[in-house]
């Protein structure tokens, strides 16, 4: 999946291509690394998203509503911080 910011045209990425589980995720110049692609799952919960070179899932820190909330990598514990939601925003 195509993942670039619409503000900024970077796209998403585990940070150093780190498989620990923790890693941050951040945005950065394109590059076509496997740390800049990720599998998106569709559960019943929401959509699950996973760096396409590990078995971990991304997760919102320590299940945070608050804005400015850390996305790190985690081990799949099916929570509810670990599911997204798409939303359309028009020209693709």
Avoid: H
Wanted: aromatic share 8%.
């Amino acid at each position: 999946m195509k993942n670039s910011g619409t503000n900024s045209g970077k796209d998403m990425s585990v940070n150093s291509w780190s498989v620990a589980a923790g890693a941050v995720i951040e945005q950065w110049t394109p590059l076509g690394r496997d740390n800049q692609v990720f599998n998106i799952q569709n559960t019943p919960e929401g959509y699950k998203i996973l760096p396409s070179y590990n078995e971990k899932a991304l997760s919102v820190e320590d299940g945070s509503q608050a804005n400015g909330a850390i996305i790190r990598q985690l081990a799949d514990e099916e929570l509810l911080s670990q599911r997204f939601s798409f939303i359309e925003v028009g020209d693709g």
